[in-house]
């Protein structure tokens, strides 16, 4: 009797429940069972019914009266703002401010930060703490040195950058020799970049030694929208500035990157006396005006073009065209497109689409329509009332 229940509830007289579903939209199970069976129907067929499918499902969920959790996430990709070379600071602050974007420099800041390490460190630290407390000194000095090999390998984060500083700490520590002991600790100290670090890990004759060269260094001071006018995002040994902050740094080797919303980006590992005498300039992203823009970027967010007088180009509202090593908007249908959208699409040719579609409106039609029997001969009886929805 089980068996045969259940065989009878998995297989249902869809005939029976589908009149059953309108007049009691609640009955979750049948509900389910019946976004199922489309579902299936659908996705036997060919990839491209999903579409279909979807739209379905949502006409169904509305008939239904039930909650529908969507597959796809409903969240959208921001808009990527970009600024036009003769577009000034001052209008594309106020665009960026005042509309739902996020500049080019910030999304490439971001996708900076989310790429793969060249190393993991956490890792090559845990076994590098392992060997420093089994008393195994060269082992120990060997973990050390593959962490402090990686400073200048990526634009590290502020955890990551910890683990170079400690470990750099470490190997001032095993290092017998007082002269390399020194040049260890003025690599941390021009690593460091204010980082808050826990120095009652060390030894305190090597912590006073480290404050001794703090003091000692010459600090110099740098403006950095001088070394890069057209860049607004600045990250100097893996820390984030401004183009508009003034930095103090002590001599030594520093890993640059510098990001633009509109010039292409940069990246140099230099001397701080290389650096001082730079001034950075790299290629425009935008050319042309607003109504015809090239630029080449690979994105998939939309883009927006900010050029004078908050004239916008959106990538939403127009087509592209890639011609070689550029994209180019364009406005202009081929005529092989005319021809290709005058076609119909494969999936309304299938009949079964065309079936479904008519069962699930007639449904609609019948729930708005038709109700419980009860309930119209009471309303035959009373005054006909206007309501608005279901």
């Known amino acids: 009797m089980k068996k045969q229940n259940r065989q009878k509830l998995a297989t249902p007289d869809w005939s029976a429940v589908i009149p059953d579903l309108i007049r009691n939209p609640e009955n979750n199970y049948y509900s389910c069972k019946l976004k199922a069976l489309l579902g299936l129907s659908l996705f036997r067929r060919r990839p491209e019914s999903r579409k279909i499918f979807l739209y379905l499902l949502l006409i169904v969920s509305f008939v239904l009266q039930s909650p529908l959790t969507y597959a796809t996430s409903s969240t959208t990709l921001p808009a990527i703002l970009i600024r036009s070379v003769e577009t000034t600071s001052t ?22 930060r989310k790429q793969p390490r060249p190393v993991k460190l956490q890792p090559l630290l845990k076994q590098a703490q392992m060997d420093f407390v089994s008393y195994d000194p060269n082992q120990s000095k060997k973990s050390f040195q593959l962490i402090a090999e990686q400073i200048h390998s990526f634009d590290w984060n502020t955890e990551e950058r910890k683990i170079i500083f400690y470990s750099l700490f470490r190997l001032a520590q095993l290092e017998k020799d007082l002269q390399k002991q020194k040049l260890l600790l003025q690599e941390a100290l021009v690593f460091e970049m204010d980082l808050k670090l826990d120095l009652q890990l060390f030894p305190p004759p090597l912590v006073e030694l480290y404050f001794q060269q703090k003091k000692a260094a010459v600090f110099v001071s740098l403006h950095l929208k001088k070394i890069f006018p ?20 002590p001599y030594g080797i520093y890993r640059t990157s510098a990001f633009s919303s509109s010039h292409a980006s ?27 823009p090239t630029f080449n970027l690979s994105n998939k967010n939309p883009i927006r073009i900010l050029f004078p007088n908050f004239c916008v180009w959106n990538s939403l509202q127009h087509s592209l065209v890639k011609t070689g090593d550029n994209i180019v908007p364009t406005d202009i249908t081929m005529a092989e497109d005319l021809k290709e959208s005058e076609q119909k699409p494969e999936w309304m040719e299938e009949e079964w689409i065309w079936i479904g579609a008519a069962l699930i409106v007639g449904a609609g039609a019948i729930f708005l329509l038709g109700g419980d029997k009860n309930t119209t001969q009471k309303e035959k009886k009373k005054k006909p009332t206007i309501k608005i929805g279901f």
């Open 91 to 112: 209008e594309f602050s106020a665009y960026a401010e005042t509309e739902p974007v996020k500049t080019y420099a910030q999304h490439q800041l971001d996708n900076k």
């Open 230 to 249: 057209q860049h607004e995002m600045i990250l100097i040994n893996g820390k984030f500035y401004s183009n508009q902050q003034k930095v103090k740094l």
């Open 266 to 292: 940069w990246n140099q590992t230099l001397s701080l006396s290389q650096l001082i005498s730079k001034k950075i300039n790299t290629s425009a992203l935008v050319r042309g005006s607003c109504r015809k």
